[in-house]
């Protein structure tokens, strides 16, 4: 049924005469079906399909709320709004050839976009870093620019950029309310941190009592690992999975960028002038983030469950090695 109906999808987005050859199925994603489309003429692109049976995630309270900058968000309205915020600074991110909001193809949203076939950035910098290097550094040129772009507001892109606030007074209140929700349900999924939850509240709430006062919000990705970033013929970084797209804190960018990838790869990336009391902060929420997201992920049909319960004990330790002399 998917493939008849994405048929009708590629028809309308790629059209031209061609016909829909093959479907296949791209992995990694976690909250939208990825096909890659191919054309009887070998033209390809790829469908992006926000149906309820192709997100892993157990429904929670406080899903879609866009008012929390870390409620999860999922849909067409959340990647147009980052699509359109990318595109507006100047980074390459996929061409949209074709959008189905009124659900004629699939009784859900729908996108066709560009196609970028081979390796990914990661996989490429594992290969060859030295081949890697000229994207890497164009990579870091739109970090940049991402992070000289200052919002009104702080949030979810789609909210502010609609004319909407988010409730917490400030990043780092937010983060504090994100990183005791993530502490409450990896306590009550694991006995290891349910023992520490008092010494791991405390820490956090002395953490975010140290931060000082700012008003300055970038555009951050928010999960821009290089398995994130495609590369395109010209060698150029293209930026994928933004729906989570937010205005925040650039140090909570380079938090996530330190814990995905190795020193050699991060040196690339990294920047001067981090306020260290931030990164502390949100160094510990992402570890409990880390750990309670996998939890609950493992709690549905996710099936790749080894691998998921391995990055949630790497990040539920370094949780706990935070406080371990408290």
Same mark, same amino acid.
């Given at each position: ?18 016909? !829909?050859? =093959? ?19 070998? =033209?390809?692109a790829v469908a992006y399909l926000w149906e309820q049976s192709e997100n892993y995630w157990p429904v929670a309270e406080g899903d879609g709320d866009l008012t929390d900058?870390? &409620? ?8 147009? %709004? ?15 050839? $074709? ?19 081979? @390796?990914? !950035? ?12 000229? =994207?890497?550094a164009r990579l870091a040129d739109a970090l940049a620019v991402m992070r000289r772009h200052r919002a009104p507001s702080f949030g979810k892109v789609a909210q502010i950029d609609n004319g909407g606030r988010s409730r917490a007074a400030s990043c780092e209140e937010a983060a504090?309310?994100?990183? +005791?929700?993530?502490? *409450?349900? %990896?306590? &009550? ?16 709430? #002395? +953490?975010?009592? *140290? /931060? ?11 999960? +821009? ?19 989570? !797209? ?5 140090? $909570? @960018?380079? /938090? ?19 306020? #260290? ?7 510990? =929420? ?10 609950? +992920? ?21 949780? !706990?090695?935070?406080?371990?002399? &408290?």
């Open positions: 049924m998917t493939r008849d109906r994405l048929a009708g999808a590629a028809r309308a987005a790629l059209g031209g005469g061609r016909t !829909l050859a =093959t479907v296949e199925r791209l992995t990694g994603g976690t909250t939208k079906g990825v096909y890659r489309l191919t054309m009887d003429d070998a =033209t390809t900058p870390f &409620s999860p968000g999922v849909g067409l309205d959340l990647f147009e %709004a980052g699509h359109a915020r990318l595109t507006s600074l100047g980074l390459r991110v996929p061409e949209v050839h $074709w959008v189905d909001r009124d659900r004629s193809h699939h009784p859900a949203d729908l996108a066709v976009v560009e196609d970028f076939p081979g @390796e990914d !950035l990661m996989d490429l910098f594992r290969r060859d870093p030295i081949a890697a290097e000229p =994207t890497m504090l309310a994100f990183a +005791l929700r993530c502490l *409450a349900e %990896a306590a &009550s999924r694991d006995r290891r941190i349910a023992d520490a939850r008092g010494r791991l509240e405390e820490r956090l709430r #002395e +953490l975010a009592a *140290a /931060v000082s006062p700012r008003a300055e919000y970038s555009v951050v990705h928010g999960e +821009l690992g290089l398995d994130h970033v495609l590369v395109d013929r010209d060698g150029n970084p293209v930026v994928i999975d933004f729906e989570e !797209l937010l205005y925040f804190d650039v140090e $909570w @960018e380079h /938090v996530f960028l330190r814990l995905r990838h190795t020193g050699d790869q991060y040196r690339r990336l990294a920047v001067p002038d981090l306020d #260290e009391d931030r990164l502390a902060l949100y160094r510990l =929420t992402q570890h409990l983030s880390l750990t309670a997201g996998p939890l609950r +992920l493992l709690d549905g049909d996710f099936p790749d469950r080894a691998f998921m319960q391995g990055i949630a004990e790497h990040h539920l330790n370094q949780a !706990l090695s935070l406080v371990s002399g &408290s």
